[in-house]
T-cell receptor, first 109, second 116 residues
Framework: KQEVTQIPAALSVPEGENLVLNCSFTDSAIYNLQWFRQDPGKGLTSLLLIQSSQREQTSGRLNASLDKSSGRSTLYIAASQPGDSATYLCAVKGNKLVFGAGTILRVKS | EAGVAQSPRYKIIEKRQSVAFWCNPISGHATLYWYQQILGQGPKLLIQFQNNGVVDDSQLPKDRFSAERLKGVDSTLKIQPAKLEDSAVYLC??????????????FGPGTRLLVL
């Protein structure tokens, strides 16, 4: 059974800081890994999707890496802004999409 | 392009009552998913439809939960009778479908259910 763990559970940083969110998974037989953002009272927004054959994906200030053999992914956020405050969820796609519990990020102005 | 629509957005019921949620996926998307997200946890897949057929309902508590997707478009999820532990956000998602396991899912805003 696939299990996804995200560390840390919560993070508070000052504006402008670079930060890293971590995700680990137990079963490396995946099709892809996806990072989502969830704002309070809203649904999930896909940020980055990394196919199992890829090592990383970038979008603006976001960079996600995937090491399938070790079962790890990181989401790097550069020059954080207060608008980045949200919950970040990691999900891996095998025969179903399995989510971690998320990291609650607060960026202080 | 319109996103995934869900209604109602909020629902408060007493335990043992029944409740139903509605989802309208993105036009043309063949695959529809229902997820349950309990506070402090990530979403958990309840059921997946491919057109109007069920692909995976292994985590659906079938003694009280039911779902249907008539005509392969809209879907309803029903809980009868509700328990306190059913308090959660119910998320609907859709994807274009087919054999492409690498495609992304698009999520609706969710229905927040509180069972008292």
């Amino acid at each position: 059974k696939q299990e996804v763990t995200q560390i840390p559970a919560a993070l508070s940083v000052p504006e402008g800081e670079n930060l890293v969110l971590n995700c680990s998974f137990t079963d490396s037989a995946i099709y892809n890994l996806q990072w989502f953002r969830q704002d309070p009272g809203k649904g999930l927004t896909s940020l980055l999707l990394i196919q199992s054959s890829q090592r990383e994906q970038t979008s603006g200030r976001l960079n996600a890496s995937l090491d399938k053999s070790s079962g790890r992914s990181t989401l790097y956020i550069a020059a954080s802004q207060p608008g980045d405050s949200a919950t970040y969820l990691c999900a891996v796609k095998g025969n179903k999409l399995v989510f971690g519990a998320g990291t609650i990020l607060r960026v202080k102005s | 392009e319109a996103g995934v629509a869900q209604s109602p957005r909020y629902k408060i019921i007493e335990k043992r009552q029944s409740v139903a949620f509605w989802c309208n996926p993105i036009s043309g998307h063949a695959t529809l998913y229902w997820y349950q997200q309990i506070l402090g946890q990530g979403p958990k897949l309840l059921i997946q439809f491919q057109n109007n057929g069920v692909v995976d309902d292994s985590q659906l508590p079938k003694d009280r939960f039911s779902a249907e997707r008539l005509k392969g478009v809209d879907s309803t999820l029903k809980i009868q009778p509700a328990k306190l532990e059913d308090s959660a956000v119910y998320l609907c998602a859709s994807s274009p479908g087919g054999a492409n396991f690498g495609e992304t899912q698009y999520f609706g805003p969710g229905t927040r259910l509180l069972v008292l």
